[in-house]
């Protein structure tokens, strides 16, 4: 119903509680069958009934979305459970900061439970999990890669899908879009080419057409999740092709 097009705010809501809930519930769940932790690497027996939860993720705080939504999971779990979190930041394309983190997290032997994402870091994870098969995981945007990996994975196509209608509705309404020019040309910046991202591709170019068929649609890729000035440069070509909205 293109007269029921959830605003952006709505699909950022959609997305941003997925995630919190994702992380919250792990612990919650965890907090049902943990009564207490083990000691702490320094000998020091923690407070009674806390659970001490790692979540070294790969990519750092700051980008406004998937990583601090997830962080705010952990901030909602610290304060209505009796659960401590670390947030383990590393750079968004260090494979071996995530490495090193997981295994340094894993063999601590401290943490209930180790939380991680995105779906960039599950070979890694497969490779961590098995090293430690009595360790439990949680692994957000993806499946389960290993018997110790509980994974959650979102259909991003669906969100997708209604920015795709937006987006053909702009360009082929121009004269309730002032900045359109009616192009019937719409454009997608995506980070990295992986199956997950090629899913916002499929639910896009699906909402688009269901509007338009004979709407174009831009793809390209930075190749860079974590580069700002990459997004800018490819978007800018897009627009300056012709695009009328470019979803990222």
């Known amino acids: 119903d293109p007269s029921r097009i959830p605003t952006e705010s709505e699909n950022e809501m959609t997305i941003r509680n997925k995630l919190i809930a994702g992380a919250a519930?792990?612990?919650?769940?965890?907090?049902?069958?943990?009564?207490?932790?083990?000691?702490?690497?320094?000998?020091?027996?923690?407070?009674?009934?806390?659970?001490?939860?790692?979540?070294?993720?790969?990519?750092?705080?700051?980008?406004?979305?998937?990583?601090?939504?997830?962080?705010?999971?952990?901030?909602?779990?610290?304060?209505?459970?009796?659960?401590?979190?670390?947030?383990?930041?590393?750079g968004s394309s260090d494979a071996p900061a995530w490495e090193r983190n997981l295994t340094e997290a894993s063999a601590s032997g401290q943490n209930a439970l180790i939380v991680t994402g995105t779906t960039q870091i599950s070979s890694t994870l497969e490779k961590v999990a098995a090293q430690f098969p009595d360790q439990q995981y949680l692994l957000l945007d993806s499946g389960s890669v290993a018997p110790n990996v509980a994974g959650?994975?979102?259909?991003?196509?669906?969100?997708?899908?209604?920015?795709?209608?937006?987006?053909?509705?702009?360009?082929?309404?121009?004269?309730?879009?002032?900045?359109?020019?009616?192009?019937?040309?719409?454009?997608?910046?995506?980070?990295?080419?992986?199956?997950?991202?090629?899913?916002?591709?499929?639910?896009?170019?699906?909402?688009?057409?269901?509007?338009?068929?004979?709407?174009?649609?831009?793809?390209?890729f930075t190749d860079d999740f974590g580069n700002a000035q990459k997004g800018y440069d490819v978007a800018t070509a897009q627009f300056a092709d012709g695009a009328d909205v470019v979803y990222q």
């Open 25 to 90: 519930l792990g612990v919650a769940v965890l907090m049902s069958v943990s009564a207490c932790s083990a000691p702490g690497g320094d000998g020091v027996e923690p407070t009674k009934g806390t659970v001490h939860v790692a979540a070294p993720m790969s990519g750092p705080l700051g980008d406004q979305s998937f990583m601090d939504s997830a962080n705010e999971g952990f901030k909602r779990a610290m304060k209505d459970f009796n659960v401590d979190v670390q947030f383990i930041q590393a």
């Open 152 to 220: 959650i994975s979102f259909a991003q196509n669906e969100s997708a899908f209604l920015a795709g209608v937006l987006a053909a509705l702009v360009t082929t309404n121009p004269q309730d879009f002032p900045r359109a020019t009616g192009s019937k040309k719409v454009g997608l910046t995506g980070g990295v080419d992986i199956p997950v991202i090629r899913d916002y591709i499929d639910g896009f170019e699906q909402g688009v057409h269901a509007v338009d068929p004979s709407i174009q649609i831009d793809i390209r």
